[in-house]
């Protein structure tokens, strides 16, 4: 935009770029930035109405400071309910209501103030409303952090499955104050760690070595340089893949590392907390090393390892699914609605060894179900 004006990054904050042309943004990382989300918004927009969607549980823990942040805008805010039933067609409904309410147009700002669902939820709302909204993602959970909020993929669950139904739609910007997760369960640190050792085992071996060899534990008391480096190679990780291939077309995949088998424990455990994304993924990755040493692609012991450092942080593995797994053919019939899957096969991203994931499009069904039957019991 011409009447906008660029901000000045501050100097402790670190920038990470999404290069996607003109619809590239930036992701700001640092401490206290919400402070200086006023600042942020006026170098994207001229616009002086934002529209903030949250939940009642974030709202009482930082409405305070948004409302500070954004005293200089005409703010509107939306306030859902926690949880992942949220992000439904009821939820979506919800929020579009209010806006049209209200009589934002696409040229005001939709902003997500919230973890992965609100992020989901208000991404797909932007991407519909008046078929395009400016769109900005606050997130305050470690794990949309490093993961739901780059990449633009938005969407909402239905009966047959997470996140079935969406769009793919970038943000302007991503700004990241590592002060939020100060309020953060330890249960939705951990929850976040899993997308962040995800990055190490798909392609960053050293990252992996790094977590492992003491980074991960201090990531996990939030020690803050130990923390802002996750979060920075995280986001640097999956901007690098964005870029490359920002609609799921083909390397994109390899980011859904232990997602098949996590979104099937998903659905299984139902969306009412019994189970959080990021534990499903956690596990989900165990069993994608353990499946692929199954198959002979990887090495026994380097599957164990994933498995030793995951229970080391006492982050969940598929031993801790077992309440989960007791019905292997409905498993393997949530594993056949994943939107990863073409001509009738199921995609999994599997591995050869840490830091060598790739993607097999045309996964045994009768080994995945052998498998499956043989874990359960």
């Known amino acids: 935009m011409d009447d906008v004006t660029p901000t000045t990054p501050d100097i402790n904050s670190e920038i990470v770029r999404v290069d996607l042309g003109s619809r590239g943004y930036d ?99 932007a991407s519909v409303f008046k078929r395009g909204a400016t769109f900005v993602q606050v997130p305050t959970t470690l794990l949309a952090q490093v993961d739901s909020s780059v990449g633009g993929k938005t969407a909402i669950n239905n009966a047959y499955g997470k996140n079935l139904i969406g769009a793919f739609y970038q943000p302007r910007l991503v700004l990241i104050d590592t002060d939020l997760l100060a309020t953060l369960p330890a249960r939705q640190i951990k929850a976040g760690y899993a997308e962040i050792v995800k990055y190490g085992l798909i392609d960053r071996p050293e990252f992996f070595e790094a977590l492992d060899g003491g980074m991960g534990a201090d990531v996990l008391s939030l020690e803050p340089d130990a923390l802002r480096e996750a979060i920075s190679v995280s986001c640097a990780a999956k901007a690098d893949v964005v870029a490359q291939d920002e609609r799921e077309g083909g ?27 990021g534990e499903a993924v956690s596990a989900g990755m165990d069993m994608a090393f353990e499946f692929s040493a199954r198959l002979g692609l990887c090495p026994a012991p380097t599957a ?64 995945l179900n052998a498998y499956l039957k043989d874990i359960a019991t």
Do not use: C, W
């Open 27 to 125: 992701i700001v990382i640092g401490q206290g930035e919400i402070s200086r989300l006023g600042d942020h918004l006026r170098s994207i927009t001229t616009s002086d109405r934002v529209a903030v969607v949250t939940d009642e549980v974030i709202h009482a823990l930082h409405g305070a400071a948004i409302a500070e942040a954004l005293s200089d805008f005409r703010t509107h805010m939306i306030i859902r309910p926690a949880g992942e039933d949220q992000k439904s067609m009821a939820g979506l409904d919800a929020v579009l209501d209010s806006l049209f309410r209200a009589g934002f147009d696409r040229s005001d700002t939709i902003l997500a103030f919230g973890g992965g669902v609100i992020g989901d939820l208000t991404g797909f709302a």
């Open 251 to 277: 390397v994109r995949a390899l980011l859904n590392l232990g997602h098949t088998f996590a979104h099937a424990l998903e659905l299984t455990a139902g969306y009412g907390g019994a189970l959080l994304h």
């Open 304 to 367: 164990q390892r994933v498995q030793d450092h995951l229970s080391g942080l006492s982050m969940p593995t598929r031993a801790d699914m077992a309440p989960f797994l007791t019905d292997p053919d409905t498993l393997l019939s949530h594993m056949r609605q994943d939107k990863k899957n073409e001509g009738g096969n199921i995609t999994l991203i599997l591995a050869r060894g840490i830091g060598q994931s790739f993607i097999e499009k045309s996964a045994s069904e009768a080994e």
